[in-house]
Antibody, heavy 119, light 106 residues
Framework: VQLLESGGGLVKPGGSLRLSCAAS????????MTWVRQAPGKGLEWVSS?????????YYADSVKGRFTISRDNAKNSLYLQMNSLRVEDTAVYYC????????????WGQGTQVTVSS | DIQMTQSPSSLSASVGDRVTITCRAS??????LAWFQQRPGKAPKSLIY???HLQSGVPSKFSGSGSGTDFTLTISSLQPEDFATYYC?????????FGGGTKVEI
């Protein structure tokens, strides 16, 4: 299993970024996927999850609801996170996570991509 | 939302020690509980799912137990590579929630 995130960077408050996660080594469309973030020196915070292609469930943390959009392209084995109206408190390392076969737990994690929101 | 409380928040131990970390859920979550290890500067790694099932490739010195609201992660015979921060996570319901972490130090 490989999960390779990209798209992070430095952005001003109010700006936008789109994170991508290229997945390989497993049948992508049969697994739910999740984004988890970690602010500097802090613990893990769940951001958003999307179910496998057989279902149609999407979940967001209250802290990002209405600003972030999760999506997936099963043909490209890719997961995305569109982040709009970014705030300073969104600064974190964002991890792409492949959930387990029996639930929404992070069986495999990417190496993370840094998002910094600062003026 | 389901709150996850880990204790202790940090502990000091020696190589060869047996260590136990506790995670408590604010409501019953059956066995929908996972444990992760995070070494400094690295991504988290899955250790245990369904409270007591070892993730593939994880050594048997890690074990988990519990059901309902109270869970434990035990590391038998600590090795230098085990000094890290450990997190629990409930996946009984969304929003998914993590414990605050337990830092295991030398």
């Amino acid at each position: 299993v490989q999960l390779l995130e990209s798209g992070g960077g430095l952005v001003k408050p109010g700006g936008s970024l789109r994170l991508s996660c290229a997945a390989s080594g497993f049948t992508f469309n049969t697994y739910s996927m999740t984004w988890v973030r970690q602010a500097p020196g802090k613990g893990l915070e769940w951001v958003s999850s999307i179910s496998s292609s057989t279902d149609n469930y999407i979940y967001y943390a209250d802290s990002v609801k209405g600003r972030f959009t999760i999506s997936r392209d099963n043909a490209k084995n890719s997961l995305y996170l569109q982040m709009n109206s970014l705030r300073v408190e969104d600064t974190a390392v964002y991890y792409c996570v492949k959930d387990g076969s029996s639930g929404w737990y992070g069986a495999h994690w990417g190496q993370g991509t840094q998002v910094t929101v600062s003026s | 939302d389901i709150q996850m409380t880990q204790s202790p928040s940090s502990l000091s131990a020696s190589v060869g020690d047996r260590v136990t970390i506790t995670c408590r859920a604010s409501q019953g979550i059956s066995n929908y509980l996972a444990w992760f290890q995070q070494r400094p500067g690295k991504a988290p790694k899955s250790l245990i799912y369904a409270a007591s099932h070892l993730q593939s490739g994880v050594p048997s010195k890690f074990s988990g137990s519990g059901s309902g609201t109270d869970f434990t992660l035990t590391i038998s015979s600590l090795q230098p590579e085990d000094f890290a921060t450990y997190y629990c996570q409930q996946y009984y319901d969304h929003p998914l929630t993590f414990g605050g972490g337990t830092k295991v130090e030398i």
